[in-house]
Every structure is written in structure tokens, then in C-alpha cells.
């Protein structure tokens, strides 16, 4: 009952959440998501090299921790593009952005990124930012089984010539796959990448660290 209750009276301006020193408007469900010092030391590089006017690719995005942040850093001329296939983040992510003023400036891209062009399984558990391409991740207790777009940052960058000066990654295990789709961007253009490893997810998808460092 407090939960539906807090739902209810913050519905129209969100709950107010402080992280890594900026304030934000979020839906109450995952005010918990958004904590003070969220992935503080990342923060800290990223916010000090992205500069206004940048052009950001947040490669799972989830329900917008980062996302936010990015684009207050990029600041109201850059671009964030929100890679987020898990259906029940994106309703998440679209309020969050609504609710600090910021959705026309970050475009939600339902899509995974790899290192093919179709669809995937992503076992999904809700909005939970650990959901898993190909295999359920054990860490959660019940997941949903969901078939989601994939294509891959070559692709994208081909069709939508956005080239983008930052890719900010964390997509649990996949993001060997998402690199290796990603070559001719990564080679052709000078983008910094910051991502999130998950190793012991690799084999999973029939990687090692030796197809990270080719």
C-alpha cells in the first residue's frame, strides 16, 4: 500500500533523487536504481572528457541511470541515443526522460546491440538492468523469455550517419558480440568506448577474452 500510495502522489513530478551531485526527477518505481553515488568513478571520468555538443551512444541503457547524466553532460546541443531492447525498462526510460525535461535531446533505440541483424532471446526479469542475452543470468530468480530486434553499431551508423563521439556500454555479457558488430565504426572514426565487462557471461555467447583483444 505505501508503494501504490507514493506511486500516486509523486505520478505527475517524480520523486527527487541526487546522483553524483545532480538532482533528477524519477518514477518512484526505481528511485532505488538512482543511487548517490551510482558507478561514481566512471561518472567521474565520463563526466570530465564528454563535452557540450557531444553525440553519445548509451548501449543499454536500462531505465536511465546513465542516460540521464549523459545528457546533462552533453548538455542541450549534444545527443544521446538510448540502446534498450527489455520492453519494461523502455516504459521506464520514456518517463524518466519525460520527467527531467530531456526526451527530446535522448532517442530510444528498442533494439539490442551485437553482432548480427534479426532478433534474440532476452530473459528479462521486469525492468532489472541484469537481463541476458541467450541465457537466463543466475543472479536473478525468475526471468521472462522475450524476443527483441538486434542489429548491430555498424548497421546503425551506416543507415543513420550519426557518428557518435562517446559509445557507453553495459549489456551484461554481450558486449564482445556488440564490438565485433561494431568494426568498421570503431575503426573509421575516433570514438572513445567505455564499457562494463562481464567475463563470466562470455562463454555464454562463445566468447573469450582473447575475441575481446583481437
Not at 11 to 38: L, M, W
Not at 127 to 137: Q, T
Request: proline share 5%; net charge positive; with cysteine.
Amino acid at each position: 500500500m505505501r508503494e501504490l500510495a507514493l506511486r500516486l502522489a509523486t505520478a505527475r513530478k517524480g520523486v527527487r533523487r541526487v546522483v553524483n551531485g545532480i538532482e533528477y526527477r524519477v518514477d518512484s518505481r526505481c528511485r532505488h536504481r538512482f543511487a548517490p553515488g551510482y558507478e561514481a568513478a566512471g561518472a567521474g571520468f565520463l563526466c570530465k572528457r564528454i563535452a557540450p555538443g557531444a553525440v553519445v551512444y548509451n548501449v543499454g541503457a536500462n531505465v536511465g541511470v546513465l542516460t540521464v547524466q549523459l545528457a546533462r553532460w552533453s548538455g542541450p546541443r549534444g545527443r544521446v541515443l538510448a540502446f534498450e531492447p527489455n520492453p519494461y525498462a523502455t516504459c521506464l526510460l520514456k518517463r524518466n526522460l519525460r520527467l527531467n525535461g530531456l526526451d527530446s535531446q535522448v532517442e530510444i533505440v528498442g533494439v539490442a546491440i551485437g553482432d548480427t541483424v534479426g532478433d534474440v532471446t532476452l530473459h528479462v526479469s521486469g525492468a532489472n538492468g541484469m537481463a541476458r542475452v541467450m541465457r537466463a543470468n543466475p543472479l536473478l530468480p525468475k526471468t521472462e523469455a522475450v524476443r527483441v530486434p538486434v542489429t548491430t553499431l555498424d548497421r546503425f551508423w551506416g543507415s543513420r550517419q550519426v557518428k557518435p563521439d562517446w559509445i557507453v556500454m553495459d549489456i551484461e555479457g554481450w558486449e564482445v558480440a556488440a564490438l565485433r558488430g561494431g568494426r568498421e565504426l570503431l575503426s573509421a572514426t575516433e570514438v572513445g568506448v567505455v564499457l562494463e565487462l562481464h567475463p563470466d557471461a562470455w562463454s555464454w555467447c562463445g566468447d573469450s577474452r582473447a575475441d575481446l583483444e583481437r
